[in-house]
């Protein structure tokens, strides 16, 4: 039997996730999370083997909590169920420490396959998440501006093209007004850009736009 934990913070979303488990007699639900907060402390609590976790959640979320996670929980599997399609957040969050990487237009279709695959230790994931993995082997001083940020730097560079405020990003990040400025700054700095409508004209043209839910 796998026991996993469903975190997401729309719960139309998890009654539709677990809709579509409710046929497979090897899953078991054994709880749900609305928030990184939340995810931290089923984690720590343990007794189950797989985490259903979406990327875009109140609190701490992202890459940064799949680090965290698997600091805490190094042998938990972790399965990425997002909004974002572009292989640029898969290759971060594979990178973190997740297992397998699969978008919300695929689940009523793959997710149950997902689920058994990462359960079974091994790898889930598109065929141009890894393409995208190999080059990042083998040219790993690409000079694609986005590559040269940090995991928090990206989420808030995620956020900002996506059109939220710096207000907006702060409470939903948790962190600080000031914070989240001084990440804007430093990543106009690093990218060489001088305003948001630069950076959105990037995203754009690198495929880096997805779907942020409010």
């Known amino acids: ?26 899953i078991d639900i054994v709880g ?33 909590l799949i680090r965290q996670i698997k600091s805490e929980a190094p042998k938990l599997a972790i399965l990425i169920l997002t909004m974002h399609e572009e292989e640029q957040y898969a290759v971060r969050a594979i990178r973190a420490g997740a297992q397998g990487y699969l978008t919300k237009e695929s689940a009523g279709t793959q997710l149950v396959g997902a689920i058994r695959r990462v359960a079974a230790g091994r790898p889930y994931i598109s065929t141009e998440v890894a393409e995208q993995l190999a080059l990042n082997i083998m040219m790993p001083n690409e000079s694609l501006l986005h590559k040269q940020l940090s995991d928090r730097e990206f989420e808030v560079f995620s956020l900002l093209v996506a059109g939220k405020s710096i207000t907006e990003i702060a409470n939903g990040l948790h962190l600080s007004v000031k914070t ?34 409010t």
């Not at 996730?17 to 409710?22: E, G, M, P, S, T």
């Not at 749900?32 to 109140?58: C, K, T, W, Y």
């Not at 690198?206 to 779907?211: D, F, G, Q, T, V």
């Open 180 to 213: 989240v400025s001084t990440h804007k700054t430093r990543i106009m700095q690093k990218m060489g850009m001088h305003s948001l409508s630069e950076m959105v004209q990037y995203a754009v043209a690198h495929r880096l736009l997805s779907p942020f839910k």
């Open 1 to 26: 039997m796998i026991r996993i934990v469903i975190a997401d913070d729309h719960t139309i979303m998890r009654e539709g996730l677990k809709r579509i488990l409710d046929g497979a007699p090897d």
């Open 32 to 64: 749900e999370a609305i928030d990184g907060f939340d995810v931290l402390n089923h984690i720590r609590q343990g007794g189950f083997d797989l985490l259903l976790l979406d990327l875009s959640m109140p609190g701490r979320s992202g890459v940064e």
